[in-house]
């Protein structure tokens, strides 16, 4: 892997590359997400495309999400590392990154493919901003996680418990910082639904079996999925909204699907 580098109005960003050869595959993370947390599934994909994962705003190596962030910030950072690729492209987001994608997609001809892995939009982890802004003010970054996994994520307190002594918390601990900003610039947005008809490039819609109809992220999912009635709807058996982490393998299997397929 190697890094790229996107310079857009005096903000950096910088993305983990893989070399590879044909059009590339861009991958969108969400909150308490970054390049490295999809290294797995980079790793596991079974095409000879290059893969280019974004360090979105707000997670280093990239600089601080910046005054006046909104998701049309994020939005704009999106077209801004597509139109510098200048290629066909296969475009893939997570959760909140789920929904940057969608948007930049209906405003966008040329992309190969658009997939989304239960992307999520307002009303969404209202509960957590002030509980998540105090312990941040606190510079409390251990509760910060907490309250994303539990307020925001919906998580048991043992699981939360056994998190903390998996290797994993300290790098869980500074992607909290961007989170509760986040959170604000989402439930501010209002989606284009009006718009996700239009996009030209098949979409597929990746959805954890076991959130299905559940809240939060499987009851969000179900309202973007509405707006996208053309979309092929994929459920991956026995997980929820982390198989980047949990089955990578299985997700790599069915990214390489959609962006093979293209229907």
Same mark, same amino acid.
């Not at 790793?43 to 360090?55: E, F, G, H, M, R």
């Not at 910030?73 to 959760?95: A, C, P, Q, R």
């Not at 959805?207 to 009851?219: A, D, S």
């Not at 969000?220 to 999925?225: C, M, P, W």
């Given at each position: 892997?190697?890094?790229?580098?996107?310079?857009?109005?005096?903000?950096?960003?910088?993305?983990?590359?893989?070399?590879?050869?044909?059009?590339?595959?861009?991958?969108?993370?969400?909150?308490?997400? &970054?390049?490295?947390?999809?290294?797995?599934?980079?790793?596991?994909?079974?095409?000879?495309?290059?893969?280019?994962?974004?360090?979105?705003?707000?997670?280093?190596?990239?600089?601080?999400?910046?005054?006046?962030?909104?998701?049309?910030?994020?939005?704009? &950072?999106?077209?801004?590392?597509?139109?510098?690729?200048?290629?066909?492209?296969?475009?893939?987001?997570?959760?909140?990154?789920?929904?940057?994608?969608?948007?930049?997609?209906?405003?966008?001809?040329?992309?190969?493919?658009?997939?989304?892995?239960?992307?999520?939009?307002?009303?969404?982890?209202?509960?957590?901003?002030?509980?998540?802004?105090?312990?941040?003010?606190?510079?409390?970054?251990?509760?910060?996680?907490?309250?994303?996994?539990?307020?925001?994520?919906?998580?048991?307190?043992?699981?939360?418990?056994?998190?903390?002594?998996?290797?994993?918390?300290?790098?869980?601990?500074?992607?909290?910082?961007?989170?509760? &900003?986040?959170?604000?610039?989402?439930?501010?947005?209002?989606?284009?639904?009006?718009?996700?008809?239009?996009?030209?490039?098949?979409?597929?819609?990746?959805?954890?079996?076991?959130?299905?109809?559940?809240?939060?992220?499987?009851?969000?999912?179900?309202?973007?999925?509405?707006?996208?009635?053309?979309?092929?709807?994929?459920?991956?058996?026995?997980?929820?909204?982390?198989?980047?982490?949990?089955?990578?393998?299985?997700?790599?299997?069915?990214?390489?699907?959609?962006?093979?397929?293209?229907?």
């Amino acid at each position: 892997m190697r890094t790229l580098r996107f310079d857009r109005d005096g903000t950096t960003l910088i993305a983990e590359h893989r070399d590879g050869d044909g059009s590339p595959l861009v991958i969108v993370p969400g909150v308490m997400s &970054d390049a490295q947390a999809w290294r797995a599934v980079v790793d596991a994909l079974a095409l000879p495309n290059p893969v280019i994962v974004l360090n979105r705003r707000g997670r280093l190596p990239s600089d601080p999400l910046g005054p006046g962030y909104s998701v049309r910030t994020e939005i704009d &950072d999106l077209h801004h590392v597509l139109d510098t690729l200048d290629e066909d492209i296969d475009l893939f987001g997570w959760s909140y990154g789920g929904l940057i994608a969608l948007e930049a997609a209906t405003e966008r001809r040329g992309l190969r493919s658009v997939i989304a892995y239960e992307p999520v939009s307002k009303p969404f982890g209202l509960e957590a901003i002030e509980p998540l802004r105090a312990a941040l003010t606190m510079g409390d970054l251990d509760q910060a996680v907490e309250v994303v996994k539990r307020t925001m994520a919906g998580y048991s307190a043992g699981h939360v418990a056994a998190l903390r002594e998996d290797p994993v918390w300290p790098v869980l601990r500074p992607l909290a910082h961007p989170v509760a &900003d986040e959170l604000t610039a989402l439930n501010a947005h209002q989606p284009a639904f009006d718009r996700y008809r239009g996009i030209e490039a098949p979409v597929t819609l990746l959805l954890g079996e076991r959130n299905e109809n559940k809240p939060p992220y499987g009851t969000s999912f179900a309202v973007l999925a509405q707006a996208l009635p053309q979309a092929r709807l994929v459920r991956l058996p026995a997980q929820g909204h982390l198989a980047h982490t949990e089955a990578p393998d299985l997700l790599a299997k069915h990214l390489t699907d959609a962006i093979t397929t293209r229907s």
